[in-house]
């Protein structure tokens, strides 16, 4: 079956960077809209960024001019860059396809901003 995989999160402080990355199996993935998606504790999963497979980009208001997002179809992989992290940006981050009208979502992972 589709599997997205995340890598990338941790600990870092304010101020700092981190590189997220997503790699996709077993899905038609250079014609995937592929997005990042976060949800903090006591809060609804939100949408990030999102890539579209021609490489239109889109960004939450939150993160413009700090977060980046980018894809490789020949590596099947998708990528968010996180500059100037803020305390307020920590929350599981989540990897989203979508492929027709099929959607698929990682298990997440974890980027914590504090001091």
């Known amino acids: 079956q589709v599997q997205l995989v995340e890598s990338g999160g941790g600990l870092v402080q304010p101020g700092g960077s981190l590189r997220l990355s997503c790699a996709a199996s077993r899905i038609s993935f250079s014609i995937a809209a592929m997005r990042w998606y976060r949800q903090a504790p006591g809060k609804q999963r939100e949408l990030v960024a999102g890539?579209?497979?021609?490489?239109?980009?889109n960004y939450a208001d939150s993160v413009k001019g700090r977060f980046t997002i980018s894809r490789d179809n020949a590596k099947n992989t998708v990528d968010l860059q996180m500059n100037s992290l803020k305390s307020e940006d920590t929350a599981n981050y989540y990897c989203?396809?979508?492929?027709?009208?099929?959607?698929?979502w990682g298990q997440g992972t974890q980027v914590t901003v504090s001091s």
């Open positions: 890539i579209t497979m021609g490489g239109t980009t």
């Open positions: 989203f396809a979508k492929v027709f009208s099929n959607d698929y």
